[in-house]
């Protein structure tokens, strides 16, 4: 962390997965501005020029470990649109299964890997110290209480992981799911060792997840009200219905200022103005470009700015739910973080019922041919982090154009070309923070949306000292 004046940068933020700073500048006490960066160059959309679109599933997948059976849906839903082909309802079955096993390893994950610390104080011994010491509101029987969990999720995180590789293969990166469909049909054995699994992940998350969530909402009341940014939220289809063509559980939305718009792919537009990407006209992924600029003097992320309608939006567990109306409490730091828990919950009993759905020895797979002409597709998924997009042109056997926008990508957003701030930034203005030194405050704020951006391991100190591409300079 370097401390410049009121400015505080945190180097790389810790607890997220990827690479990424928040600086903040800090008055009277609050947050008055916030610049999100990512400094981490991927370049995946690059990469898949040439390939077979047929593989782009298990290269996206690789775009990261927390999240790869989403890219592997969006990116076959992206081929099957370009090329009309519909799945058997099997196949939809055994994605959404492989997703929501996917998910529920996320949502543990992310609670007690990287949420819990910012709220109680863990034991005094590495890797718990250092820490933050302000602001630890939990009673000794409530920190004791979410310890033991703590110490539980890691083998219910990787009893999720296990689940993914019954239809998948493996884990991260399955290899269950294919255009077409997916590879691995349903047996006996399979739904039985599934099913046994998902009951010991939902009563962890009904019996512990959702009650240590619980007691931190009401020691951190205050956290309803930090943290509530733009108000904008987005979701695409999720969990497809197989008796229901075209519906999803999860269903398209957009949420702006207090209103419900239907939602219009058109009208995404990436911004790179402030991005390490030559500078562009704000562009759909349809014509997208990702040409790196790591010289741009204006920019300080590699992240794009994606916008909605010229607007910032967040997505995630809250945006599901909230489209569905099961959760409209608030948009706010302690809402992003019990919409995730109670998504796991809602997930889980829907795969018991996917589960029972499943019908032996009938179809997993739709065949179809490879044309030689130029196809164009779209694939749409609602990811753990929420809006997850895949744009694809191909000709024959090789992709001539990709373009992918993460939810990450949508709320760790810089600036866009009319100088907003992207959601993370937005949601950090006004957050109190006690004590410059150790801004936990902000951690609690960031980390609530879950962003990905891979690991970061280390904090470094170093008082007063000038970088280059400092944001706000
Ligand atoms: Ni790496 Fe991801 C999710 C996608 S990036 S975690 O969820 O897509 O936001
Ligand atoms: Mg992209």
């Known amino acids: 962390m370097i401390t410049l004046g009121e400015k505080i940068r945190i180097s790389p933020m810790t607890r997220i997965n990827g690479f990424w700073n928040i ?105 718990f110290i250092p820490r933050s010491e302000a602001d630890f509101r939990l009673s000794q029987p409530e920190t004791d209480r979410i310890m033991e969990s703590y110490r539980q999720h890691f083998e219910l995180a990787r009893l999720t992981h296990e689940m993914v590789t019954v239809f998948g293969g493996k884990a991260p990166h399955q290899h269950g799911i294919v255009v077409g469909g997916v590879t691995t049909p349903p047996t006996v054995d399979k739904i039985q060792k599934f099913m046994g699994m998902l009951e010991l992940v939902l009563a962890f998350v009904g019996d512990k997840f959702i009650p240590d969530l619980e007691v931190l909402a009401r020691r951190y009341e205050d956290y309803y009200k930090i943290g509530q940014g733009y108000g904008n939220l987005l979701a ?31 009208k995404i537009l990436e911004h790179v103005h402030k991005s390490w990407y030559i500078q562009d006209q704000p562009r759909n992924p349809v014509n997208g470009k990702t040409v790196p ?31 569905r109306g099961d959760y409209r409490r608030g948009i706010s730091t302690m809402d992003r973080l019990m919409a995730r828990a109670l998504e796991a919950k809602f997930v889980a009993e829907l795969m018991k019922q996917w589960l029972k759905e499943l019908e032996i020895d009938r179809p997993i797979y739709q065949p179809y041919e490879m044309p030689d002409e130029e196809f164009e597709g779209v694939g749409y998924t609602g990811a753990m982090r929420g809006a997850l997009g895949h744009w694809v042109r191909f000709k024959g056997q090789k992709i001539l154009h990709y373009q992918i926008v993460t939810p990450s990508a949508w709320y760790c957003s810089p600036r866009d070309d009319n100088g907003a701030r992207g959601p993370i930034e937005e949601a950090l203005v006004g957050t109190p923070i006690s004590d410059t030194e150790n801004p936990i405050e902000v951690g609690r704020v960031a980390r609530a949306f879950d962003p990905c951006l891979a690991c970061a391991v280390h904090l470094v100190k170093i008082d007063g000292e000038r970088i280059r591409n400092t944001p706000g300079e």
Not at 106 to 126: A, C, E, V
Request: proline share 7%.
């Open 23 to 127: 600086e903040v500048l800090v008055e009277g006490g609050q947050v008055k501005d916030a610049w999100s960066s990512g400094i981490f160059f991927r370049g995946l959309e690059v990469i898949l020029r040439g390939r077979d679109p047929r593989d782009a599933a298990y290269l996206t997948e690789r775009i990261c470990g927390i999240c790869s059976t989403a890219h592997a849906i969006a990116s076959s839903h992206a081929i099957e649109n370009a090329l009309k082909i519909e799945i058997p309802k099997n196949a939809i079955l055994l994605r959404n299964l492989s997703l929501g096993a996917d998910m529920l390893q996320n949502h543990i994950r992310h609670f007690y890997l990287m949420t819990i610390f910012d709220f109680l104080k863990g034991p005094d011994r590495p890797p």
């Open 236 to 266: 695409y289809g999720n969990f497809r219905i197989p008796s229901s063509p075209g519906l999803f559980v999860m269903p398209y939305g957009v949420y702006t200022g207090g209103r419900f718009e239907k939602f219009d792919s058109a």
């Open 293 to 323: 600029d790591p010289d741009k003097d204006e920019a300080y992320s590699w992240v794009k700015a994606p916008r909605y309608d010229g607007k910032a939006f967040e997505s995630g567990p809250l945006a599901h739910l909230w489209m």
